[in-house]
């Protein structure tokens, strides 16, 4: 591994502003694609109340097959979609310098711009947990961009070293919060409010202590090695680093899958443990998601660089599943919309009548209607209205 990292560059001549759709790479757009997968499942039963829940908010009095599915979850998804997330987010932020370098912008000049899609960023997150999901992560993003976003200029040592230290913090906080869960008096949370403004008053209260704290450490560490990935073009050139990504995919896979089993046994009253080894396990299972949501990224990196070797072409559903990529902001915020209008108890209502398996079909589904919805709009050239607010905020 070398010390120094280029400084985000690309071919001359280029545009300042975003990449047309059909000029982007494949790897990216699919990964995001493919997360949001991960993202809807690992949020749906969030929606749910009137029910005891474990450590990672799945109801224990459920059926057998809510268990089943909490088990999968907790074992593949949860803890696993968010480093992935937070991974994309600091190789696409790579991408966006680098055009701009391209362009012909100064750093100074290419700062302002990333600071300034940050700050949005911060304003989307805000609207999004003011109106539907107290777990908003667009925010935490918007935290990372304005405070670190300098790390993209930095050495493979400084973002070893970033990525080491936010990892030790998010063990620290995810213990912290581990000790609150089975120490605190449990109250009602925002989706069982069945007054609207008292929930969007709650989920602000979650919101605002949640983004600056776990939230942000959570983001971190994923998001340095993201910014390492992008310096090597990984997902860009996937076929000239299949080694690299296939290492990657598997000691990751392996190591959140080994660090899962204790929680999915706790949260599954397969086993009963201590509270001082339940927090344990919350916390192993937390961290050890950091390399769960590396492996998926590097996963997909394998699978397009197969294609490329193969000169396939690209079929229907990966060009569907990239266009979803293409769209990954709206179609985030599109989940969460249909979710408040199943499960909210001023709404649908269905938060106190399913379990946990029928809210994950519920989210499967409600996927692959934006995946569609992004499939069929994007033919045109359309980027999506959250995506193309954003551009004309950063880029004025």
């Known amino acids: 591994m070398s010390t120094s990292a280029p400084a985000p560059v690309s071919a001359p001549g280029r545009a300042r502003h975003a990449t047309p759709l059909a000029g982007r790479s494949l790897a990216p757009d699919l990964a995001r694609g493919f997360m949001l997968l991960l993202i809807a499942v690992a949020h749906a039963h969030m929606y749910l109340s009137g029910h005891p829940s474990g450590f990672r ?9 809510d268990r089943v599915v909490a088990g999968v979850q907790i074992l593949l998804v949860d803890g696993r979609a968010l480093p992935m997330f937070a991974a994309l987010f600091g190789y696409g932020l790579v991408q966006l310098a680098a055009r701009q370098v391209a362009g012909g912008a100064s750093w100074p000049e290419t700062r302002r711009v990333l600071r300034r899609r940050s700050r949005w960023l911060l304003a989307f997150g805000f609207c999004h947990a003011l109106l539907l999901f107290f777990g908003d992560i667009l ?45 605190a008096e449990k109250g009602d949370t925002p989706a069982a409010m069945a007054d609207p403004l008292e929930a969007a008053m709650m989920r602000m209260i979650g919101w605002s202590g949640m983004t600056p704290t776990y939230f942000l450490v959570s983001v971190v560490p994923a ?35 080994a660090g899962a089993v204790p929680m999915t046994l706790i949260d599954t009253r397969l086993w009963t443990a201590s509270d001082a080894v339940s927090v344990s396990a919350y916390a192993l299972h937390s961290v050890t998601g950091i390399a769960g949501g ?79 919805l992004a499939a069929v709009l994007s033919r045109t050239g359309r980027r999506g209205p959250a995506e193309t607010a954003l551009r004309r905020l950063t880029y004025r």
């Open 294 to 372: 590396l492996a998926y990224a590097a996963l997909v990196g394998l699978v397009v660089a197969r294609w490329e070797r193969g000169r396939r072409r690209h079929g229907v559903v990966a060009r569907a599943l990239a266009a979803c990529g293409q769209w990954s902001l709206t179609c985030y915020l599109l989940q969460s919309v249909v979710f408040v209008l199943l499960f909210a108890p001023y709404l649908g209502g269905l938060s106190t009548r399913v379990g946990d398996a029928a809210a994950s079909g519920i989210a499967v589904l409600t996927w692959l209607g934006t995946v569609v």
């Open 139 to 183: 925010g935490a993003y918007g935290l990372v961009g304005l405070l670190f976003i300098g790390f993209i200029r930095r050495s493979d040592r400084a973002l070893a070293w970033a990525a080491g230290v936010g990892a030790v913090l998010h063990v620290v906080v995810v213990a912290l919060l581990g000790v609150l869960t089975v120490t």
């Open 223 to 257: 998001f340095m090695l993201g910014i390492w990935a992008a310096h090597r073009r990984l997902l860009e050139e996937p076929g000239a680093h299949p080694a690299l990504l296939a290492r990657i995919a598997g000691v990751g896979t392996a190591i959140a899958v």
């Open 57 to 65: 908010g799945y109801t224990l009095d459920g059926t057998a097959l």
